[in-house]
């Protein structure tokens, strides 16, 4: 018989974290759209500190409707600080991406994620890696590459953006599941987007351009996507495994493709289809070893 390993304190509910993972990237692609439309007319200080007051102010009412005010003691500062810090870095890095490249393929590069952390794992974490899975990870920075691919006679170098936002990304997602089992999932949102909207207010002032009611209302919406999004994703590996889940990311690509396509009529060529192929299917892999290794066998 197979059982699953589990932390004490966690809710084994795999279907609920699955529904999590694909809501939240679902809304997390409604918000890089609406950020990618307003990004051409601010800078991205303005960006990040409209749409972290209005996530702010979503989190403030739903904290105050649910009488949860303790929320807002931690009990891993540091690790809050680190995971806030990797918070900032990857918004900042991704959001740059989405100034100069197409929507799908933004998200795309940023599924590297997997690939960086387990070819970091056996410095960082002391674990070993297998043949299968250096070959995984040699295929899936070959899918990167050909998304760097010339563009006429230059190299794609936007493309590096999304894939530090991706490494960033990575390091963010490990801490959440260390720290899930005694954080409440309203602390790691409040604190983290809290530290995102000062990173902008530090940066707002250079380049300001004031925005319009329109403007602020997309903000605004992009803020509440955000804030959605991120609550669903961290309730995500409080329900299921990383392994189980993090596959179902990967819908956000059929997202981005459909968005890009509807409103700015991107459409991706041979090159990105297949180094995003490469990548998903490198990814995948890695995703089903870790699984597997993670299944205890029970006489």
Same mark, same amino acid.
């Given at each position: 018989m197979m059982v699953r390993a589990r932390a004490q304190g966690r809710i084994e509910a795999p279907g609920r974290g699955i529904a999590c993972m694909f809501g939240g990237s679902l809304l997390l692609t409604m918000n890089d759209a609406?950020?990618?439309?307003?990004?051409?007319? %601010?800078?991205?200080?303005?960006?990040?500190?409209?749409?972290?007051?209005?996530?702010?102010?979503?989190?403030?009412?739903?904290?105050?409707?649910?009488?949860?005010?303790?929320?807002?003691?931690?009990?891993?500062?540091?690790?809050?600080?680190?995971?806030?810090?990797?918070?900032?870095?990857?918004?900042?890095l991704f959001i740059s991406g989405l100034r100069l490249m197409p929507l799908a393929e933004?998200?795309?590069?940023?599924?590297?994620?997997p690939v960086f952390v387990t070819a970091l794992a056996p410095l960082f974490l002391g674990e070993q890696v297998g043949w299968r899975s250096w070959s995984a990870v040699l295929v899936g920075?070959?899918?990167?590459?050909?998304?760097?691919?010339?563009?006429?006679?230059?190299?794609?170098?936007?493309a590096l953006l999304p894939a530090g936002a991706a490494l960033c990304g990575a390091f963010r997602d490990l801490l959440t599941r /260390?720290?899930?089992?005694?954080e409440a999932t309203g602390t790691t949102l409040f604190y983290s987007t809290l530290g995102v909207t000062f990173a902008g207010a530090a940066i707002a002032p250079f380049?300001?351009?004031?925005?319009g009611l329109t403007d602020l209302s997309l903000l605004?919406?992009?803020?509440?996507?955000?804030?959605?999004? /991120?609550?669903?994703?961290?309730?995500?590996?409080? %329900?299921?495994?990383?392994?189980?889940?993090?596959? %179902?990311?990967?819908?956000?690509?059929?997202?981005a493709g459909a968005i890009g396509f509807l409103v700015w009529g991107d459409i991706p060529d041979r090159w990105a289809l297949l180094g995003a192929t490469m990548l998903i299917t490198s990814g995948l892999y890695l995703f089903y070893r870790e699984r597997k290794q993670s299944i205890i066998l029970v006489p």
């Amino acid at each position: 018989m197979m059982v699953r390993a589990r932390a004490q304190g966690r809710i084994e509910a795999p279907g609920r974290g699955i529904a999590c993972m694909f809501g939240g990237s679902l809304l997390l692609t409604m918000n890089d759209a609406v950020v990618k439309w307003v990004s051409s007319d %601010f800078q991205l200080g303005q960006i990040l500190v409209f749409r972290g007051l209005a996530a702010l102010t979503v989190i403030a009412l739903v904290l105050y409707w649910r009488k949860d005010l303790h929320t807002f003691r931690v009990r891993y500062p540091k690790m809050q600080l680190i995971r806030t810090t990797l918070m900032i870095a990857s918004t900042i890095l991704f959001i740059s991406g989405l100034r100069l490249m197409p929507l799908a393929e933004n998200v795309a590069i940023a599924f590297v994620g997997p690939v960086f952390v387990t070819a970091l794992a056996p410095l960082f974490l002391g674990e070993q890696v297998g043949w299968r899975s250096w070959s995984a990870v040699l295929v899936g920075f070959a899918g990167v590459l050909l998304m760097l691919r010339p563009s006429g006679e230059s190299l794609n170098w936007a493309a590096l953006l999304p894939a530090g936002a991706a490494l960033c990304g990575a390091f963010r997602d490990l801490l959440t599941r /260390h720290i899930s089992d005694a954080e409440a999932t309203g602390t790691t949102l409040f604190y983290s987007t809290l530290g995102v909207t000062f990173a902008g207010a530090a940066i707002a002032p250079f380049g300001w351009q004031t925005p319009g009611l329109t403007d602020l209302s997309l903000l605004a919406l992009a803020g509440v996507l955000l804030c959605a999004a /991120h609550f669903f994703h961290i309730e995500t590996f409080r %329900f299921a495994e990383a392994a189980l889940v993090a596959p %179902f990311k990967y819908s956000a690509l059929l997202w981005a493709g459909a968005i890009g396509f509807l409103v700015w009529g991107d459409i991706p060529d041979r090159w990105a289809l297949l180094g995003a192929t490469m990548l998903i299917t490198s990814g995948l892999y890695l995703f089903y070893r870790e699984r597997k290794q993670s299944i205890i066998l029970v006489p």
